[in-house]
């Protein structure tokens, strides 16, 4: 059974140093899942800022250092698509450690990913009265396939929304554009700041028209630019991952 197997919790920079919470929901969400999750604690960052900034050669370090750290787990989990995704397809390749580099490519695991396709957990019983309207972000939909892509005119289907939606009292929202980019692109929003906020805006803009009280999703760095958005133009907007409102729904 999955649940006996050796589970690593990898969390992303930036959860880490802004949103704590995300880490403890996550943790505590797989040990109520039944999971022996273990959080190595010679982690570092995955590479990815560095990558997305053109110095990926510079990486080869901390590739290396991810490899050997989480290499003897049966899976690794982490509540970032985008990390996940970095790992998987965008790492460069480390010379002497190319076994464990594809070992770990097959076994690391967004978490909404994790619960569906991994432990095979269609529902999580549990209440949640709260109206909800769900933000996809790019890597995790379109890198990892968590859900289906507009563009592809494919039968509509998202791991987060499945888990989501079958929880009792929740109302969720279908956004006019469910799978628009928020525009926060790690550096993207640096180098294109103007474009960035404004492709924020919108986002921000269509869960406001359907007048939802949470903004839910599974990259706090996409939360995090819109969180900051809403919070500089004072709007009424709750954010929270994924693990959050499922462990919460738990409890």
């Known amino acids: ?24 929901s996550t943790l505590e969400l797989l040990e109520k899942l039944g999971c022996n999750v273990t959080y190595p604690m010679g982690q570092t960052c995955c590479g990815q800022p560095m990558a997305n900034a053109g110095f990926e050669r510079d990486t080869l370090g901390t590739t290396a250092h991810f490899i050997r ?19 998987k397809e965008h790492s460069p390749q ?10 770990l490519h097959d076994k690391i695991f967004e978490v909404t990913q994790f619960i569906v396709d991994v432990l095979k957990i269609p529902k999580i019983e549990g209440k949640y009265p709260h109206k909800v ?25 998202g791991k987060a929304k499945q888990l989501l939606t079958q929880l009792e009292g929740i109302e969720w929202v279908e956004l006019t554009r469910p799978d628009e980019c928020c525009g926060f692109g790690g550096t993207f929003a ?24 949470i903004m839910a999703g599974a990259d706090m760095s996409c939360l995090m630019h819109l969180q900051g958005i809403a919070k500089r133009n004072k709007q009424d907007l709750q954010f929270k991952h994924v693990c959050e409102i499922l462990n919460e729904a738990l409890s």
Request: hydrophobic share 35%; aromatic share 8%; charged share 25%.
């Open 1 to 24: 059974m999955v649940q006996n197997k050796k589970i690593a919790l990898f969390i992303p920079c930036y959860v880490d140093q802004f949103y704590p919470q995300v880490a403890i």
């Open 133 to 157: 309207g769900y933000h996809s972000s790019c890597h995790g939909q379109r890198g990892l396939r968590l859900s289906s892509s507009s563009e592809l005119n494919e039968a509509p289907f």
């Open 69 to 87: 750290t989480f290499k003897d787990y049966d899976y690794v989990v982490a509540p970032s698509g985008s990390c996940v995704l970095h790992v």
């Open 190 to 213: 640096v180098t294109e700041e103007a474009l960035s906020i404004q492709m924020g805006k919108d986002r921000i803009a269509d869960h406001l028209g359907h007048r939802v009280e």
């Open 94 to 103: 480390v010379p002497g450690l190319e076994k464990d580099q594809k070992e």
